[in-house]
């Protein structure tokens, strides 16, 4: 069903699927689903269900949740209609402001259109800004900038019915994971980077393109990688490797035999076969080398009752 928000040119959709959300296309319906296009229709809807006493959450491009086949209980507001961004040059450096709906592909365009290193990192990264910022999105590899962390100089929090300015020092920056801007919705970010142009730029992104697209299944659904790198330095896809795992089957989820730190919806695939297929990769390389590998992606929804 289709409801329209009064006053507002936002709708509001109920029973949402949101299976075409999540880049593992997979997972069940939002109870409520919006998408706003302006801060007002943000305050608008967070009022809408704190007035309902619904939870709320928040999903960018779904390229590193794992969203139940449940469903998810409340108001899931999508964030890729708030799209916009500006740049501009300030001593020296290059400035980008977008709201948190812009891809990070967009923002890798305009680095490359001034041949400056964060394109770098952000080559070939999916998702938008927002959730780059969450997660710390970045790369192994020894570059600099090599993630968010590194590039962000500040982010506006939505807060119930308030905008927060929070400058990217007071954010705790850790692998794959940030924190001290929740709660709440990332509204915008702003970035910068010294204008200082690297004249080979253009032929370093050919070859991390080339190198995601021989050692990643970019032509399957997943969510990249589904494990962080344990402490110890070794790297998740090694490990799991390592104990025979490649091509390893729950329903139609498949441990990736290109990369062992992907799950593959071969097609057709439940939230639940990812689930389980998780669990039995934790169990295993628990038992073979004492890791419990910890989970990037992020759970979304009714999970409850699930072991
Ligand atoms: C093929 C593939 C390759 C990948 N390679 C990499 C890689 O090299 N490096 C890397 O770091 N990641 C990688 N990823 C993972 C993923 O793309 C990143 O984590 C990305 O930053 C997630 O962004 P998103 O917009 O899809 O966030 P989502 O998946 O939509 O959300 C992630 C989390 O952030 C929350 N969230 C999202 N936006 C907001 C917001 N504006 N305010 C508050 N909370 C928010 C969501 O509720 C959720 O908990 C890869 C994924 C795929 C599918």
């Not at 961004?85 to 020296?92: D, I, N, T």
């Not at 690297?198 to 399957?220: F, G």
């Not at 039995?280 to 080398?289: A, F």
């Amino acid at each position: 069903m289709k409801t329209s928000n009064d006053n507002q040119n936002q709708e509001l959709h109920r029973n949402y699927p949101l299976c075409g959300w999540s880049s593992w296309k997979v997972g069940g319906n939002a109870d409520f689903f919006c998408q706003p296009e302006n801060k007002e229709d943000i305050f608008y809807s967070l009022k809408w269900a704190k007035k309902r006493n619904l939870p709320v959450h928040f999903l960018g491009r779904g390229t590193n949740v794992l969203i139940s086949d449940r469903g998810v209980e409340g108001l899931v507001i999508g964030l890729q209609k708030l799209n916009t961004y500006r740049e501009r040059q300030e001593k020296g450096r290059l400035c980008i402001r977008a709201l948190a709906g812009v891809s990070k592909a967009q923002i890798m365009q305009i680095f490359l259109r001034h041949k400056l290193a964060p394109a770098l990192f952000l080559c070939g990264l999916p998702g938008d800004v927002g959730g780059g910022v969450v997660m710390n999105a970045g790369v192994g590899q020894d570059i600099s900038p090599k993630e968010f962390k590194d590039i962000v100089d500040w982010v506006k929090v939505i807060r119930d019915d308030k905008v927060i300015m929070i400058p990217g020092e007071d954010i705790k920056w850790e692998y794959r994971f940030s924190a001290g801007w929740e709660p709440g919705l990332i509204y915008e970010v702003g970035m910068s980077w010294p204008i200082e142009p690297l004249p080979d730029l253009p032929l370093r992104l050919k070859d991390i393109a080339l190198k995601r697209t021989q050692s990643q299944p970019l032509q399957s659904a997943s969510c990249g990688s589904v494990f962080k790198n344990p402490l110890t330095g070794e790297k998740s896809g090694a490990l799991i490797d390592r104990c025979g795992l490649k091509g390893y089957r729950i329903g139609q989820a498949c441990v990736s035999n290109k990369h062992a730190n992907f799950i593959v919806n071969m097609g057709g695939a439940r939230a639940e076969d990812i689930h389980h297929l998780i669990q039995h990769v934790q169990r295993t390389v628990k038992s073979k080398y004492g890791i419990l590998l910890e989970p990037e992606v992020r759970y979304m929804g009714r999970w409850d009752g699930y072991t």
